[in-house]
């Protein structure tokens, strides 16, 4: 046996002397190998550490832009009564999302800026609204709801192919504050009632593909070979040289790769804030729908509605009170009564078209077609007495209006380049004014369609025949308020 190895390890040394640059090939060939396979395993691990630090940093970045919103502005925002802050906030004019709405958008945003990216939040008790979208689609989903229940603390991922790609799927448990603790005790729609503090109210997933970076990084493994191979030959000299080069040119290439994409970051955000600025401003104007055709391109905006109401409110006896107050109070004065009345009309879904001094006018019926319009008018007259009597309450005022409201066809829509505004025409436009102009203070002055569109459900004086300026002889009602309806035994 002895003899046996030792004749193998005199045939191995004569090949060695005879072959050496096949042997020094071979094992250089074999040295190449480890080091890339080394080279690859560590790298595979890099970027699985980088991609779960990267997902645990995008988690906290959201996280704290929730709170800080929630802090900064929705906590801020809640005393001014013209914002509403609700999950409906696109539908509703001066409304803002509430903090967990913001963190949605903010994930889907991140998610189409970043090709393959996604961020979720889901929950096993998602609200009504997002059943389809709020709760667990996938085995993943639903054990990491399990696991973060039981380990709110400690996030939950695991990498996995999805669609084909190697991606990271990383999670954290999305924990009730004192905060939200009342809100969603207190929601109509909320699935559970018994929240408390610390409990995992939902699950924050973020989902980033490391293909395309494994790839790349196979990519220069491959051309890391052929250099090694390269240099190897060339000598240690050149090889140092080429190494050295390439490290500063490497360092010089990121820095300014670094520089550049905190540059376009920048001014990335500065245009966003730009423009939801622009979008806030315009939508302070005209109606959603109307400035989004602006937005598109539209030129000549206008559009004909056969049914809608419309109210003109003026303060009685307003010249008279500007000449014994200072401009500074009667604006505050205007100021406070309008905005009651802006709270009024978002209250009603209805469509404020302008103020012209103490004038008052609003719409139903319009930028979207409604059958209730009539009603809804009706309702934000009344409220509107009754917003001018609160007033006087806290001022110990006297201060009177008069309604005139008509129903009837009207066109509306934007004129001009400079300084539009969203306004209607028509005769039904002009009579609503004549009953304003024609009224009684105090009194709500309503023309025949009016009327005819009400009677069963609000209660009427008949005021008789009027004459009224370019209009002649008209029959008119005072509305008084609604009328109560009896219930069956």
Known sequence: M?????????????????????????????GISIALSNMWRLSSNLIKSQALQNSALYAQAIKEARTLY???????LASVHSIIVTDDYLTKKGAIPVPATFLIELGLRLSEKNNGMSVRLYSEYPFPYRLKQGGARDDFEREALQQLRENPEEPFFRFENLQGRLSLRYTEADILKPSCVTCHNTRIDSPKKDWKVGDVRGILEITTPLDSLMAKTNAGLRDTFLTLAILSILGVLGLTLVIGRLRQTSKELERRVIERTAQLQQTNKELVIEQEKS??????????????????????????????????????????LSEQISPKELLKLLNEIFTGFDCLTELHSLEKIKTIGDAY???????????????????????????????????????????????????????????????????????????????????IQVTQSTYEYLQDNYQFEARGVIQVKGKGEMTTYFLTGKKVKQLVG
């Open 2 to 30: 002895a003899q046996l190895i030792s004749q193998a390890l005199s045939a191995f040394t004569r090949l060695l002397y005879k072959q050496t640059i096949l042997i020094l090939m071979l094992l250089f060939c074999v």
């Open 70 to 76: 929630n802090d900064q502005a929705v906590d801020r």
């Open 279 to 320: 979008e806030r401003l315009l939508l302070n104007i005209l109606p959603e729908p109307i400035a989004d055709k602006l937005k598109a391109g539209y030129t000549n905006i206008a559009e004909g509605f056969a049914e809608v109401t419309i109210l003109f409110a003026d303060i009685v006896n307003f010249t008279q």
């Open 361 to 443: 006018m609003v719409v139903g019926g319009i930028p979207e077609l409604r059958s209730d319009h009539a009603q809804a008018i009706a309702d934000m007259a009344l409220d509107m007495q009754q917003e001018v009597a609160k007033f006087n309450a806290r001022h110990k005022t006297t201060l009177n209006i008069r309604i005139g409201i008509n129903t009837g066809p009207v066109v509306a829509g934007v004129i001009g380049t400079k300084k539009f505004i969203y306004d209607l025409w028509g005769d039904a436009v002009n009579t609503a004014s004549r009953m304003e102009s024609h009224g009684i203070a105090g009194c």
